[in-house]
């Protein structure tokens, strides 16, 4: 068994959890808020294509939609798979999101850190924009 470090990312979001998860649980809202998934959007049968932050292709396979706030998701990239978990959970009369981010056994910690960065400017822009 291999047990990888996380780190959870989060951001408070003023606005009902539900209508954040409503938003944030539709894949072409992403390419809105989440640059550091990818850009370019579009279906292909269950999953979805697009290209990532450096324009290589990707596919992604989103949780389908549920009354628990799972928002996550996988993305198959150059022969690896990367399982994301994402949760949307009240805070008080608003919202809480949570990204938890692990670091792989190829990653150091600069690409660590700099994933955990762009993370949390991908919950900021949703945020920003739910917040408007």
């Known amino acids: 068994m291999t047990i990888y470090r996380s780190r959870i990312i989060t951001v408070s979001i003023d606005r009902d959890w539900r209508e954040v998860y409503d938003f944030a649980s539709i894949p072409e809202n992403f390419q809105r808020w989440a640059a550091g998934l990818g850009r370019r ?4 049968g269950e999953d979805w294509t697009a290209e990532d932050p450096d324009g290589r292709l ?33 805070n008080g009369t608003g919202a809480e999101v949570m990204f938890t981010l692990l670091k792989a056994p190829d990653m150091t910690e600069e690409t660590f850190a700099a994933d955990a960065a762009a993370v949390q400017r991908d919950l900021n822009s949703l945020k920003a924009m739910l917040e408007r």
Do not use: M, Q, W, Y
């Open 41 to 44: 959007f579009e279906r292909s």
């Open 58 to 90: 990707i596919r992604i396979r989103f949780s389908r939609p549920n009354e628990f706030g799972v928002l996550d998701h996988i993305v198959f990239a150059e022969g690896k798979e990367t399982r994301n978990a994402v949760r949307v959970v009240p």
